[in-house]
């Protein structure tokens, strides 16, 4: 009969368990600290290729390879012609006018291809505290960091070559978080629930 008893709490716990909503935040680890960035509903294909690549760690043997203070740092596939040849695939540009280059912001990066399609392999985030508007409508915003400010700015002040690339490899492991209503609380990214 205890048995019968602590299998139905169980069950019942696991039921409960699946009527409380998540919300998928991507999560970028560094040596100086993790970042944890929203990913908006409104860029879906943006969204979506990032889940993907961070499910399958495409990301976790890549770095910053480019750190610009005051303008992004950047990572994944290298920010040469011949890194973009190497994405896994080109994505749609998704321009949504409210969403834009804002201290904090997450996006793709891309090559000067005419269509202005993101770059599946290279992210960046603009350590500008003022934004950057002149990339606004010709770069997507997928993103936004909520945490991890101290990181971003660490890594955006590190001492780099001729080609922005920091001395010193700052390594990177990206990966998709789901995080209840009381964890993003604990977290700070409350500010995007709708």
């Not at 970042?35 to 294909?45: D, G, I």
């Not at 012609?81 to 804002?102: R, T």
Request: net charge positive; charged share 20%; aromatic share 14%.
């Amino acid at each position: 009969m205890k048995k019968a008893f602590f299998i139905l709490i169980l069950i019942f716990m696991s039921c409960k368990n699946f009527n409380v909503k998540t919300y998928e935040i991507g999560n970028i680890k560094t040596i100086y600290g993790d970042m944890y960035f929203w990913l908006y509903e409104e860029t879906p294909l943006h969204k979506a290729s990032f889940i993907e690549l961070s499910t399958n760690n495409y990301w976790n043997s890549l770095s910053f390879n480019r750190v610009i203070e005051n303008f992004v740092i950047q990572g994944g596939c290298l920010d040469v012609p011949e890194g973009f040849s190497n994405s896994p695939y080109l994505i749609e540009p998704e321009f949504i006018p409210e969403i834009k280059h804002q201290y904090g912001a997450v996006g793709m990066g891309r090559d000067n291809n005419p269509e202005k399609r993101s770059a599946g392999c290279q992210f960046y985030i603009v350590h500008d505290t003022l934004g950057i508007p002149r990339l606004d409508q010709n770069y997507t915003v997928f993103g936004q960091l909520f945490k991890g400010f101290e990181v971003l700015n660490k890594i955006a002040t590190l001492p780099t070559d001729s080609l922005d690339k920091p001395l010193n490899r700052v390594s990177i492991k990206v990966r998709t978080l789901l995080l209840t209503k009381k964890e993003l609380t604990q977290f700070g990214g409350l500010t995007f629930l709708k």
